[in-house]
């Protein structure tokens, strides 16, 4: 009597399990979190990598200067990200591309661009005197580095608006090998130890990886690139303009205590402080994910399948 009861149930559970597996959100969950669990394992070897290689001075520089970098993507940048998914992902359902609500964002995008190559400019001494490098190369890897950030996030953006998480995922997982490859270089002699030149080699990496991705992205979803009118660009701020507050505070939160270290401690405190740092950000980037693979979803449940959205709200636990 069990056995037979044991083998449907396992039957049952096998057929459950199937028909969840040939669904598209399980899929992209299983993309994202699989590549982000390979992306800590990769990380927290980097991480063991860096601490080996470069003393507390170089890894204050290197933390210093993806502050700065970090500065100009989230007050500048990053907060306009969320409007290319959700006006995206209803343009995509209306007429299978995208380039319209791109256009859009590009027209807030490069003025942005254009005022903070500016200011790094103007303030390159202050800059590299925060930074405690000699190299004045730096400040042009920075602004290149600032460009390609954007560009990278642009385009992970765009690809989460056409809800395929899993190149995205593989992106990441690029990112991480190649810094631990680089890494490797220094570890094992084939290149000389030195924050700056690993900064510029990082930026090189991002570069080759920008190249490969955009062969990737579909024609229509980018060109033509159209003069879009004010109405429509005031929509667009309209829904984005209150995550400033939010990418603002997360600045805060995960680089203010960097600044102050910087300015009432000694750079190698700062470094020792920012090694362990690292760690408990590559750990609590899991957190994110859900909202990645959610916001798509509910905007095709809004235009098309209502019913599905009200299942939805009603499974959401309330704040």
């Not at 500048?76 to 343009?91: D, P």
Request: with cysteine; aromatic share 16%; glycine share 6%.
């Amino acid at each position: 009597m069990m056995q037979p009861m044991r083998r449907l149930f396992t039957s049952g559970l096998k057929e459950k399990i199937g028909r969840l597996w040939k669904t598209k959100f399980i899929k992209d969950a299983l993309y994202l979190y699989s590549g982000r669990a390979i992306n800590l394992i990769v990380g927290l070897w980097s991480v063991l990598f860096f601490g080996v290689l470069f003393n507390t001075l170089q890894i204050a520089i290197i933390s210093l200067f993806e502050m700065v970098a970090e500065l100009f993507l989230s007050f500048g940048f990053a907060w306009s990200n969320l409007g290319l998914v959700r006006f995206g992902k209803e343009e995509i359902l209306r007429y299978d591309k995208l380039n319209q609500t791109l256009s859009t964002r590009l027209m807030i995008t490069f003025p942005l661009l254009g005022v903070s190559i500016l200011l790094i400019l103007c303030f390159k001494a202050q800059l590299m005197l925060f930074l405690g490098s000699e190299d004045t190369a730096l400040l042009y890897y920075l602004i290149a580095d600032i460009v390609l950030l954007v560009g990278h996030d642009h385009i992970t953006h765009l690809l989460t608006a056409l809800e395929r998480h899993s190149r995205n995922a593989f992106f990441f997982l690029c990112q991480s090998i190649s810094r631990l490859i680089l890494l490797a270089c220094f570890y094992f002699g084939f290149m000389h130890t030195s924050a700056e030149l690993f900064l510029k080699a990082t930026v090189a990496f991002q570069l080759f990886l920008m190249i490969i991705r955009v062969q990737h992205i579909r024609t229509r979803d980018i060109w033509p690139v159209i003069w879009v009118n004010w109405q429509e660009v005031k929509r667009f701020l309209k829904f984005v303009y209150p995550q400033i507050y939010g990418f603002t505070g997360l600045y805060v939160i995960n680089w203010v205590d960097v600044y102050f270290i910087r300015k009432n401690c000694s750079i190698d405190a700062l470094g020792a402080y920012q090694f362990l740092y690292s760690i408990f950000i590559k750990i609590g980037s899991f957190a994110v994910l859900l909202n990645t693979l959610l916001l798509p979803r509910v905007i095709e449940w809004k235009m098309k399948r209502f019913d599905r959205l009200l299942q939805y709200l009603q499974k959401v636990p309330l704040p």
